[in-house]
């Protein structure tokens, strides 16, 4: 029979597909996932916002509800109530996705790169974009480390010791995962790509000086440079999903959340329709993001105390809200809580006013 579905790669939006395909029974012909490295995924962690209503879908495996953000003496914290921060490996989503696709009888998975547009009722596309097309990069090196004793990091650090760089801004990310683990990313929102290996190293620094007198092993690195909003339009092979299509956010990189609940939606008009719809985020989010990331462009040393303000103006969970910008009245709160002056310069394209 004619391939029905045909999804390239089958990373986090691939696999979040047809797991969500799989759901159904009896689906209206074959479905195939073309990828050819399926243990690429085990390589991440992957952190999201939820409530407790959402935790069967999402799924996290941790979750904290304190967080905070620093910048030089100044630390705002956080707890949140009706919003946690959730975690999981990319091995645990590629294990469930695996067992759930595996045992649908119509559902394929194929070790192969794809370059041309394979035939099939409907192609989706989840291929990475390359660097030279991202709009803004964060590009992050990760270090995950099991300490001999508890390490008593009570909060998540979202962003810490922000602080500008020449073509960008950098802070450390510390997520707590369990007792004695720990992980550590140094970040850059940048203009160029950093270099990683010199992330690398300030994770090993930073471990060193903040947990000198408790002995740590490394048990994993990761490291990528993700996209903060395209530059230019990619041609697709299909329907673009995953970061392809648009699913990461672009002022802070996460797409977990959008992309497990977006490809549900795809899949149920796939199969209650045999409808393949393109995902599109939301305008306002949209022009949010790109007022941020002209900020980080153009002026990226006014950007600490902007994070800080919005931090300290917010709640716990207006802060989640803003991390993950649902609604158009999270984006208005935002620029509620923002200070007034760089965001209107920046509105009216008057950086060296800010
Ligand atoms: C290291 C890392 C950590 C991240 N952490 C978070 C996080 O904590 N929270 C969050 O919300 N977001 C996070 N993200 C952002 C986003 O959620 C992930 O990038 C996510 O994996 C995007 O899913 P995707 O399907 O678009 O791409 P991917 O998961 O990268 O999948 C694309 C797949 O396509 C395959 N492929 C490439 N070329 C071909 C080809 N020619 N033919 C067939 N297959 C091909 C690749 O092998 C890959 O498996 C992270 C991203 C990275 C890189």
Known sequence: MDTWVHI???????????????????LPGPVVISE????????????????????????PEYTQSKWQVSAEELTISHTGQRFRY????????LDECQAVIASHPQIHQVKEVIDATPKAEHVFDSRPIAPSSF????????TEVEFQRPHHIEAVG??????????????VYVLPLGAKRVLIEHTEFT??????SALQSMNRDYLSGEFSTNPFQTIRTESAHIPMGFRSTASHLGIPIGARGGMTRDATGY????????????????????QATRYHPSLTTQWADTVFLNLIDQRPDSIPEILLTIA??????QFAAFMMMRTPSDVFRILWSAPLKPFTCALIGKYQWI
């Open 86 to 93: 959730g975690t999981r490996s990319g091995q645990h989503v």
């Open 8 to 26: 390239v790669g089958g990373g986090l939006s691939g696999l979040s597909l047809a797991s969500a395909l799989a759901k159904h029974q009896v």
């Open 312 to 317: 300290r103006r917010m709640t716990a969970d």
């Open 191 to 196: 203009t160029k790509l950093a270099d990683l």
């Open 255 to 274: 797409g977990y959340r959008t992309i497990r609940y977006a490809c549900e939606a795809i899949a149920r008009d796939l199969v209650t329709h045999n």
């Open 36 to 59: 050819p490295e399926p243990e690429r995924l085990a390589q991440k962690t992957f952190s999201f916002w939820l409530t407790d209503e959402e935790h069967a879908f999402l799924n």
């Open 135 to 142: 709009r803004l990069i964060q590009s992050f090196s990760g």
């Open 158 to 171: 979202l962003m810490n010791r922000i602080e500008t760089t020449d073509s960008g801004i950098r802070f």
